[in-house]
């Protein structure tokens, strides 16, 4: 009988606990189904043999109810009818419940369950059994992104980040955001300490930056960013730290908070130099901290203010004038930016009129480079701009359009800008600033205000020019000392003949020479020198006449060591696109004395922060990041994305986390999954 026979096909196969597709079964139990064997009339009907054939099988999952008429799931509740073919109980089973064939104990008390070992399943069951990522890869994949967007762990406690995970993978558990907390703070300490053991192994002076900013909930940050040049010639640049300036935030405490940064990395007594971002905070903080070295005669210490800044400040006052003007320009590129049908009308039209080739979007920040490029689109494609501006008259409106007299304005003020665009540019690509080439720049910019200055044909546009000229005085004042001097002329550019002429005087050189040989030539010899004496007063001043012209020539040999400063500033500059760190690299063996001294001063900076994070649109996103991040997560966040981008390997207590292989394993993951996916649809 039929009965008999399948019961022999199935049961065999559940007890030695080969587990297989429930479509595999069904259509075992098909085959027989269509191929009865006649036995005769005592025969079983076949609705009852396919009965005993699923209680063989499936039945064990299904409770039938007491009328006889229906049948329902023993996980879910759901019901079908007594006739239900086996291939539809099947498919509920595998869809609804997967893994349902190892679950223990599910059938009622009256049925014996087939208890199913556990083993590993074929490719064929991917939809129950797809291989999985561990969670906690998920969860450190989430760490980077967190770090990188520089986005605190409140981020996940969006409900739609969490379901978005849910969706793609059920069985996802995300850290809650105390533990992403907890786990951030651990990594930035373990990667502080790589930092440690870098700044450590620095065998020069250094010099630092400071930068501050206010944060959303009012509180103030300062980042100390550390600079050096390597013993191959290399700048170096490290963030050390993100400090949050406690209440009065003075320059007590910013002091404070500064010093107790630099005895954690051990450079309190190598510092060369502080550059500052111009706040008065920081100007007060610097001289506080100076007064406090100096009275303990560790090294010599200066600070700077940051010529960036300066510049911005003074290009600020030089655009008040033109604000309505940009403004209106700025409005008509922000519909260019966001309308592609604008902006492809724009660009025909500037090929038509030959008015250049714009990349859309253009830059409309507020910073120098949007500011800048309003000008430059109002006067190289005026054309284009105002076709544009009468076409879609009901979207732009006739305001946008400029007048006669803005359009003189514009084409006045971009000529006389033009040179600080150049200038800016220059500082922004130049591979290592220096500050000898920045006070190059800056005397350039002071002449160019004076010249408008005095003009008498200066126009109204141009009337904050006496403001411009008094913050580069200020500056000029600031930065007219002994150190900016020694710096400048370590330049193998500028040395003595490029140098302003108000930093240039015979008595910043002579205290130059006397700075070289005090601190970089007789220092290396002080055993020598010292060891001669030593002699001398053994022998009783009594030598031989031969000893005694041998001791004058090594004397005359190292006179002319210390030399090297006039030597080196006795031959031409190099020519400006010079690479000053590859020519110190070549000519070291020339000066082994002097090349130490510039491997000092050359890693002072003339500016708190890169150029282009002030001057360009990269700014907007650094500032809107940080004004964002709140309190638990500023120094953590900003420093661990400074140091992975610097090359540092993310750590979490000692350990580095691979996240090339954590992507591997994701990528495999997929694939199966998709692969499985797949097989699926296709025998469905």
């Keep these: ?119 590993p399943q074929p490719q064929s069951q991917a939809h129950a059994k797809v291989p999985q990522l561990e969670l906690d890869h998920l969860n450190w994949l989430l760490v980077k992104w967190l770090i990188l967007a520089s986005l605190p762990p409140s981020t996940l406690d969006e409900h739609w980040i969490v379901n978005s995970f849910k969706f793609l993978n059920p069985t996802v558990k995300l850290w809650p955001r105390e533990k992403f907390q907890t786990v951030l703070y651990e990594v930035f300490r373990s990667m502080q300490e790589d930092v440690r053991v870098i700044v450590d192994q620095i065998s020069s002076k250094v010099s630092i930056t400071l930068d501050f900013w206010t944060s959303y909930e009012q509180l103030l940050y300062m980042s100390i960013t550390c600079q050096w040049i390597d ?94 003007i940009i403004s209106k320009i700025r409005e008509f590129v922000l519909k260019v930016n966001t309308s592609f049908e604008i902006s492809q009308d724009f660009l025909q039209c500037c090929n038509a009129y030959q008015e250049g080739n714009w990349q859309v979007p253009l830059d409309a920040s507020p ?47 971009h000529a006389y800008l033009e040179p600080f665009y150049k200038t ?16 190059f720049f800056m005397d350039h910019i002071s002449e160019i205000i004076a010249a408008s200055k005095d003009s008498r044909h200066s126009p109204d546009w141009l009337k904050s020019a006496e403001e411009m000229a008094t913050k580069a005085r200020s500056y000029n004042d600031q930065v007219c000392n002994v150190f900016t001097y020694m710096t400048a002329i370590l330049d193998p550019r500028i040395k003595v003949e490029l140098i302003p002429e108000s930093l240039n005087s015979e008595n910043h050189l002579e205290e130059a020479r006397r700075h070289f040989m005090r601190n970089y030539s007789t220092s290396h010899f002080a055993s020598i020198t010292g060891s001669y004496a030593a002699q001398e007063l053994e022998d009783g001043g009594s030598v031989s006449f031969a000893e005694e012209i041998a001791r004058k020539k090594r004397r005359a040999s190292m006179s002319s060591a210390t030399d090297e400063l006039t030597q080196y500033l006795s031959e031409p500059p190099a020519s400006i696109a010079t690479d000053v760190l590859e020519w110190w ?54 420093c661990v994305k400074s140091w992975m981008q610097g090359g540092f390997k993310l750590k979490y207590k000692s350990t580095e986390i691979d996240y090339e292989r954590l992507m591997e394993l994701a990528t495999a993951t997929a694939a199966e999954s998709s692969m499985a996916g797949s097989d699926k649809k296709q025998k469905s």
């Design 424 to 439: 800016i540019n220059d500082i922004c690509t130049n591979k290592v600033l220096t500050i000898g080439l920045v006070l």
């Design 367 to 413: 910073r120098w480079s949007g500011n800048y490029q309003m000008l430059d689109i109002a006067r190289k494609a005026g054309k284009s701009m105002e076709t544009i501006v009468r076409k879609y008259d009901e979207l732009l409106g006739s305001r946008v359009l400029l007048s006669t007299m803005e359009k003189n304005a514009v084409n006045i003020m």
């Design 1 to 119: 009988m039929i009965v008999h026979s399948s019961s022999l096909i199935l049961f065999p196969i559940a007890l030695v606990g080969i587990e297989m597709e429930p479509k595999s079964l069904a259509v075992v139990e098909s085959t027989s189904t269509i191929h009865p064997i006649d036995t005769g009339p005592e025969k079983a009907p076949t609705t009852k043999t396919r009965k005993k054939t699923m209680t063989s099988v499936y039945l064990k999952y299904f409770e039938t109810a007491p009328d006889g008429k229906i049948r329902k799931c023993k996980f879910c509740g759901q019901s079908y009818s007594i006739a239900t073919a086996t291939g539809n109980l099947g498919r509920h089973l595998s869809n609804r419940h997967p893994g349902y064939d190892i679950t223990v104990n599910v059938a009622s008390p009256a049925q014996q369950p087939v208890i199913v070992p556990k083993k």
């Design 585 to 638: 690299k070549v000519n070291s063996t020339r000066y082994p004395r002097l090349s130490v001294m510039a491997r000092d001063f050359l890693a002072a900076q003339p500016t708190a922060l890169a150029p282009e994070d002030l001057f360009c649109s990269k700014g907007d996103e650094i500032e809107k990041q940080r004004f964002s991040t709140p309190y638990e997560s500023t120094q953590a966040l900003h």
């Design 231 to 324: 013993e191959n010639w290399s700048f170096q640049r490290l963030l050390l730290d993100i400090c949050h300036i406690s209440s009065p935030c003075g320059a007590t405490e910013i002091s404070h908070a500064l010093l107790k940064v630099l005895n954690l990395y051990n450079i309190d007594n190598r510092v060369l130099c502080c550059t500052h971002d111009n706040s008065p905070i920081a100007l007060h903080a610097c001289h506080t901290l100076k007064e406090d070295m100096d009275s303990q005669n560790t090294s010599h210490f200066y600070y700077l203010p940051c010529a960036a800044h300066t510049l911005n400040s003074i290009i600020n006052d030089g655009l008040r004038s033109t604000k309505t």
